[in-house]
């Protein structure tokens, strides 16, 4: 879905507002990080992160490898 948006001044920065049932339909909510990057068709904005996407497979392979001592641990 494509929605145009307006920008705004915000202090020193430029800032933009997603519409609530964009936001909504994102799983978004004040607060939240998204990651602004820049394509050869423009900016584009996302809630994925690559280095939390490598960390949590980092630690699926920890939990698996270290099951039966992590759950010791947990007792």
């Known amino acids: 879905m494509t929605r145009g948006l307006k920008l705004r001044q915000a202090g ?3 800032a933009a507002t997603l519409p609530k049932d964009m936001a909504e339909r994102l799983h978004l909510a004040a607060g939240d990080t998204v990651l602004a990057v ?13 280095l939390t996407e490598e960390a949590l497979a980092i630690a699926g ?3 698996g490898r270290y099951r039966n001592a992590l759950r010791k641990l947990a007792e």
């Open 12 to 14: 020193g920065s430029i």
């Open 38 to 50: 820049e394509t050869d068709q423009g900016i584009l904005l996302t809630p994925y992160d690559p």
């Open 61 to 63: 392979e920890v939990t």
